[in-house]
């Protein structure tokens, strides 16, 4: 389940089960969201994007999922595997303007 | 190839020093960023640049100066490091233009500064 840790709010699964990462963005003007996965010690690595014409969106293993009316995202990870473990980000953009990244979720997958 | 790398990677030094990060991309893209990281994994935008001309520049002190000598770089400069400048500092290319498939944010690997 969900739990607030020292830093980032944590969401500890087993491996096989299915992921669900949710995010709330700050602002409905936004066009443009991405999801990025950081691994220790490396930098934000794309994952998936969606715009906002779109309410679904699906990739390997990931499917990401946008409500515009309460202004939530979410990355859905099947078969959730040990190299899934990360810290996931949730970035919002609107027209030009640069991406807003959210706080940041850790997912920590046992085997 | 990396498509976005910074060097260096680990930096310790005392306060009061002045340091560089370098950081070059080899996708052609005409903006490039920088972005902070603090200890609770928060980014956030400090500078961009959009062939060579700077475009955004957050509430950053201006003991940060970015330079960008030709679009496929843009190097930061750090004057007078004081304890708070200890993070993660990162680099990322893009298109330029509105949002969209495509004109995602590509980062690279990070230059952890440590500031003693």
């Known amino acids: 389940g969900e739990s607030v840790g020292l830093h980032l709010p944590t969401l500890s699964v087993q491996e096989g089960d299915n992921s669900i990462i949710n995010c709330a963005y700050s602002n409905s003007a936004s066009d443009y969201f991405i999801w990025y996965k950081q691994e220790s010690g490396k930098g934000p690595q794309f994952i998936i994007d969606i715009r906002s014409n779109m309410d679904k969106r699906q990739g390997q293993r990931v499917t990401v999922l946008l409500n515009k009316t309460v202004k939530h995202l979410s990355l859905q990870i099947a078969a959730t595997q040990p190299g899934d473990s990360a810290v996931y980000f949730c970035a919002e953009k609107m027209g030009y303007s640069t991406l807003t990244f959210g706080k940041g979720t850790m997912l920590l997958v046992s085997p | 190839d990396t498509a976005v790398s910074q060097t260096p990677k680990y930096l310790v030094t005392q306060m009061g020093n002045d340091k560089s990060i370098k950081c070059e991309q080899n996708?052609?893209?005409?903006?490039m960023y920088w972005y902070k990281q603090d200890s609770k994994k928060f980014l956030k935008i400090m500078f961009s640049y959009n062939n060579k001309e700077l475009i955004i520049n957050e509430t950053v002190p201006n003991r940060f100066s970015p330079k960008s000598p030709d679009k496929a770089h843009l190097n930061l400069h750090i004057n007078s490091l004081e304890l708070g400048d200890s993070a993660v500092y990162f680099c990322a290319a893009s298109p330029s233009g509105a949002g969209g498939v495509g004109n995602t944010i590509y980062f690279g690997e990070g230059s952890w500064l440590t500031v003693v």
């Open positions: 996708l052609g893209h005409d903006t």
